[in-house]
């Protein structure tokens, strides 16, 4: 999938809802009788939907929010949980229909996330067998947040590399140290941010921020996309925005 039009490095948040709803006082104007997402998109150029890990969002749904935003607004899609829970990668016949529907938000889709549970270990059989079916389906960008320690071998990274899957990132790495699975040439960076110390609720300081910053720098050349998912109160819009002004120089 080709980089983002206009910029190397998106950031948004874990879904729209909140920040629309709940703190949209934090967002510019999008205009009388705006959807959330589009109150959102006046912030914001990108945004991972989680509700398609719980339902299957139907392709009409995904048309249709890809029709309220601009054409240089961009989607991360988290795979359903029947894929990567209930059968655990096996039911490789379910991609068939996450896909098809996913194809609703055409050029506007541009990552696919794959979270795995932290029971899940690494079968390369199994893995393999999956990211191939994947990849015949789709070539776009995909990453991987496995969460269990078996995930960090060599052959696991070596079998995620070979099928082009970036790995999740969910601590803000340093510039000058890289982070825990070092990036292979090309491959996408993809931060989730949960809140740190408690998860979902609080903000990252100014100091963090500005490492993330510039990891993101140092990344130059490969596709970025940040997402904060401390959204359960204001922390996440506000770690949002001001990401973008270390990074974009943007003024809000």
């Known amino acids: 999938m ?6 190397s490095v998106l950031i948004g948040l874990a879904g729209w809802s909140e920040a629309a709803s709940r703190h949209g006082k934090l ?5 009388e009788g705006a959807t959330g997402l589009q109150r959102y998109a006046a912030a914001f150029d990108f945004v991972e939907i989680n509700s ?3 339902r299957q969002v139907k392709l009409a749904t995904y048309e249709k929010w890809a029709g309220e935003v601009s054409a240089d607004f961009r989607f991360a899609v988290k795979m359903h949980r ?3 829970h209930y059968t655990r990668l096996k039911n490789t016949d379910l991609l068939k229909d996450f896909f098809a529907s996913v194809e609703g938000l055409g050029k506007k889709l541009a990552v696919v996330l794959v979270q795995l549970p932290p029971t899940l270990v690494f079968d390369s059989g199994v893995a393999e067998k999956c990211f191939a079916v ?3 389906i789709y070539q ?9 320690p078996s995930w960090e071998a060599k052959d696991a990274q070596e079998a995620l590399g070979s099928f082009e899957i970036g790995m999740v990132l969910t601590e803000i790495p340093s510039e000058e140290t890289g982070s825990k699975h070092p990036a292979r040439s090309g491959s996408p960076v993809y931060v989730r941010l949960h809140g740190a110390p408690r998860k979902y609720y609080s903000s990252y300081s100014a100091a963090d921020l500005a490492r993330l910053a510039g ?4 990344s130059a050349g490969r596709q970025c996309h940040v997402v904060f998912d401390n959204t359960a109160g204001p922390a996440g819009v506000l770690n949002a925005l001001e990401l973008q002004k270390l990074v974009r120089g943007v003024k809000n």
């Open 134 to 136: 994947l990849r015949s």
């Open 215 to 218: 990891f993101l720098a140092a």
């Open 27 to 31: 967002l510019p104007a999008a205009g």
């Open 82 to 84: 029947s894929i990567t």
């Open 140 to 148: 776009g960008c995909v990453v991987c947040e496995p969460r269990h």
């Open 2 to 7: 080709e980089r983002h039009d206009k910029e």
């Open 52 to 54: 398609s890990f719980y």
